[in-house]
């Protein structure tokens, strides 16, 4: 486990998953370490340590992570800590959700999850792509360009909870023709960001990944491009609403789902 030094230590996140930080995961924890927050890194390659206590932890962040690397005990351990007042964010991907090969489903972190998971592959690839749309008024509607919205590349289909907040929702694109060709929205939408309580706590599901390759043209969303260091050896360049999406997503995940300014 890598710690990284932000700002300040609080709040305390605990990030596990996308490869490794100088892989997928370079780019939301350099976001996180630019905006100012530390937190300690579990690569997906790494088993969760027996040590870790989870309600050590304000936030628990799970982004494409293998269910396999949590033993038994951890998986009770992190569901109690959300329901006994921390927040957990997961984020999507082919080791999130259900994923590829079953991963979360039907584990206690299931249970604590906004959203009821698939019982088969739930991953969703788009050649042509899903706009990325708010539901309703939120931080996140008020906060970003939404006249512009960006584009995934790919989700983990879900289905929210009876209780759950759908905050933001897709409708993927379909394009017709060769000559001159007409793009047009699907007539209905997926659920892309739910959120509910959890007991005591609060948990986020985050439907597609924030690194290549579901993250599509999201990465890129906004002017200007900023570059972003997390260490000497690790850089990215993302657009400027990227970095304020991931920004207003931690700080709605911090809040428990209370809208800011």
């Not at 739930?122 to 512009?148: I, Y």
Request: with cysteine.
């Amino acid at each position: 486990m890598t710690h990284m030094h932000g700002k300040s230590a609080e709040p305390r996140i605990l990030y596990a998953g996308d490869d490794d930080l100088d892989r997928a995961a370079q780019y939301l924890g350099s976001v996180l370490h630019d905006a100012g927050y530390s937190f300690d890194y579990i690569p997906s390659s790494e088993r969760f340590p027996a040590s870790v206590d989870p309600t050590a932890y304000d936030l628990i962040i799970l982004s494409d992570y293998p269910s396999r690397q949590i033993d038994g005990r951890q998986r009770e351990a992190l569901a109690r800590a959300v329901r006994s007042g921390k927040v957990l964010l997961m984020i999507g991907g082919w080791e999130s959700f259900h994923g590829m090969a079953g991963e979360y489903a039907g584990t206690p972190i299931e249970d604590v999850l906004p959203v009821f998971l698939e019982r088969s592959d739930d991953r969703r690839n788009l050649s042509q792509g899903c706009v990325v749309l708010p539901n309703g008024s939120s931080t996140f509607s008020r906060a970003l360009d939404w006249e512009q919205p960006p584009v995934i590349g790919g989700f983990n289909a879900m289905t929210p909870r009876p209780d759950a907040r759908i905050v933001l929702h897709g409708r993927p694109l379909i394009i017709r023709g060769t000559t001159d060709p007409v793009p047009l929205l699907a007539p209905s939408s997926v659920p892309l960001l739910v959120s509910a309580s959890v007991g005591d706590g609060f948990a986020v599901a985050l439907a597609f990944d924030l690194a290549p390759h579901w993250v599509g043209g999201f990465v890129d969303w906004g002017l200007p491009r900023i570059g972003i260091r997390l260490n000497d050896q690790v850089a990215i360049e993302v657009g400027h609403e990227y970095r304020a999406f991931i920004r207003c997503l931690i700080r709605y995940c911090l809040s428990r789902g209370n809208d800011l300014p």
